[in-house]
């Protein structure tokens, strides 16, 4: 990220918090402060704790060994205050809040109560609230860098996926635990960074739990097989599900059901253009699985927001009444679950745009 | 894990929470979780907590769509209570929060502020700490199948590292992403699940970010890299440092500075019996460090406690007095790193005997 894109989104921020106001809103780690800051590691134990106040200039609160790697991230942050862990964070943090002397704080959504309570403790008097309340109104919208990012990482899937489906009859007999691993090599030679979240095999009985990861049980002939994966590319993930008959024919009822995923998911993103509520998505797909019988096997949301996180605003769910604008880019992963016995899901991300939804996967939904 | 494990670890739990206080644990998905229950899955953002009250049986609210999976690792816990999507879980943690009516909570120590600033809505009279302050105690000592499940993680990383050393000349002109791949095939291949933590490798000048992870830099001959990963095996990560030179000649001030270090670390190791402090640990090796000169260039704790967690107590530094008992399980992995130049780092995992120490990584530590 450019330095200067990275301090107007902290500006930005600071319109959100009101100026006269004392607030201020505390990042950590993770996807917050990487959509600030541009500075990435994964959260660990140590304060690592980034103020914006409303009124006053940022400072950054870092252990001293990760202290170079923020500085070269975010150079235009000119407070930054190193700790040892000889001397451990608790003086550099109290001194840090008595500067700021808050009256209300914005924590992190993410923020481990090992840092939340070590914050209260200091600021016993202070109003607490979270940092989507104001960083939701920026992140909701990408703009054409994020999305051109969006897009490199779905085609990456893409092409993982397409590797994946080709295998075919060799796919029989492998585990789903081997399955996963193959999926991930072919995620980095289409030229991503790691995955997303937890590589989803679910064959089977085991495709009827949406959360399953993947283990030993092997892949067989005839049965459909759940593969939602993902991968990073410039910071942004992909998430897509397909559910595939490897090899040999499916049951009458595997057929019917499939049928049944993917024209919801195709009513569910006929359904989007701008100024429509995120309910009425998810009750568009949702109404095509409830006409065919299956509304009680529908046992999640419809999607979920993706950006610099996979799992972000705007919940595509019954009761989200917020409008959907063009940049805003979700999943739309209707499933139908049939327990021991076999799942569906079909997953695509989408953004909205001015005359509908782009998709950002365009494999075969197809078994 | 056995279920009988799994609930002897809640009874004990129970039993450090005084049976008459009204005080509840609540974890969430986590290496805490993991440990009561034997249920492991990513944080995310739907509700899964899992209440321990002092005097009554545990109760888990989870997400609809996760409810099979927690139910096939934790069968023996009675009280499972699912939301869906559509209802959301305010009215079900409500419930809950009523139900036992707590005076006093302790929070999984990485509970996201989301979740905890629900918890506190819902109960803002009762006072509020870790779980740590319950869990630590029965954690840090590892009964004989941790331990078991530690030595195999770190057969595999040496395994890893011992085929990425060979790989001599090969080396050179790789990047350091390209080679942070190789080790995580290595990995696999020498049966470990993934990496416990993101792969570092800091060639010549990165090597003096101890958190820097890998980036385009190409390998060059006779510069020091760090390499720092590790995996995970039924569930116990490994976590091992070595500095190599995979061809060419190290200057004299490399040799000199990892002849150094090796030394801190041994004499680290050397220290180690039960009934010493941790922090005499981390000065046995210091004092190594800063006899030659590079005192103000070691710039972390010397190790951390491993298990679940990667990081977990004790930590090995400066100040922390807490005596070793057989059980216990740390790193020890002093550094010097000079800014723009190079770094070195050389770890090993320990386990406290009745003895001393007993390392749990056994490949080459020299250059």
Redesign the interface.
């Known amino acids: 990220m450019e330095s200067s894109n990275a301090s107007r989104r902290v500006q930005a921020l600071q319109a959100q918090l009101e100026p006269d106001s004392n607030t201020v809103c505390i990042t950590f780690p993770g996807r917050n402060l990487q959509y600030l800051t541009g500075f990435y590691?994964?959260?660990?134990?140590r304060h690592f704790l980034f103020f914006v106040p409303a009124g006053s200039a940022p400072i950054a609160l870092v252990p001293?060994?990760?202290a170079?790697?923020f500085e070269s991230a975010a150079p235009w942050v000119d407070d930054v205050r190193t700790w040892?862990?000889?001397a451990?964070p608790q003086d550099a943090l109290s001194a840090v809040l008595e500067e700021i002397d808050p009256d209300r704080i914005l924590?992190?959504?993410?923020?481990?109560?090992?840092f939340?309570?070590d914050i209260?403790t200091h600021c016993p008097a202070a109003t607490?609230?979270?940092a989507?309340e104001v960083l939701t109104a920026l992140r909701i919208r990408k703009d054409d860098t994020e999305i051109a990012a969006l897009e490199r990482a779905g085609a990456a899937a893409d092409t993982a996926m397409n590797a994946i489906r080709s295998l075919g009859s060799d796919a029989i007999g492998m585990t789903e635990?081997e399955l996963a691993?193959r999926i991930e090599t072919e995620l980095?030679e289409a030229g991503g960074?790691g995955t997303a979240?937890?590589t989803i095999v679910g064959s089977g009985p085991n495709g009827?739990?949406?959360?399953?990861?993947s283990g030993d049980r092997t892949i067989r002939a005839g049965e459909p097989v759940v593969l939602d994966f993902g991968t990073r590319v410039d910071g942004y993930p992909s998430d897509q599900t397909r559910t595939i008959i490897f090899d040999g024919d499916p049951t009458d009822r595997v057929r019917e059901v499939h049928d049944v995923v993917r024209e919801a998911q195709a009513a569910a993103i006929d359904a989007i253009e701008p100024g429509v509520t995120a309910a009425s998505i998810d009750r568009a797909g949702r109404e095509v699985i409830e006409a065919a019988g299956y509304g009680d096997r529908f046992?999640?949301?419809t999607g979920h927001g993706v950006g610099l996180d996979v799992?972000e605003a705007p919940?595509i769910?019954?009761?989200n009444e917020r409008k959907l604008e063009p940049g805003m880019v979700f999943s739309v992963e209707p499933g139908i679950y049939l327990?021991d016995d076999f799942g569906v899901r079909i997953e695509d991300l989408v953004v909205v745009t001015d005359g509908g939804a782009m998709r950002l996967n365009r494999t075969d939904r197809g078994l």
């Open positions: 590691e994964a959260p660990s134990e001293e060994l990760s170079a790697d040892t862990d000889e451990g924590l992190d959504d993410t923020m481990w109560a090992r939340t309570q209260r607490y609230g979270l989507s635990i691993r980095v960074t979240f937890e009827a739990r949406p959360h399953h990861t046992i999640h949301r799992h919940d769910v019954a009761g327990p």
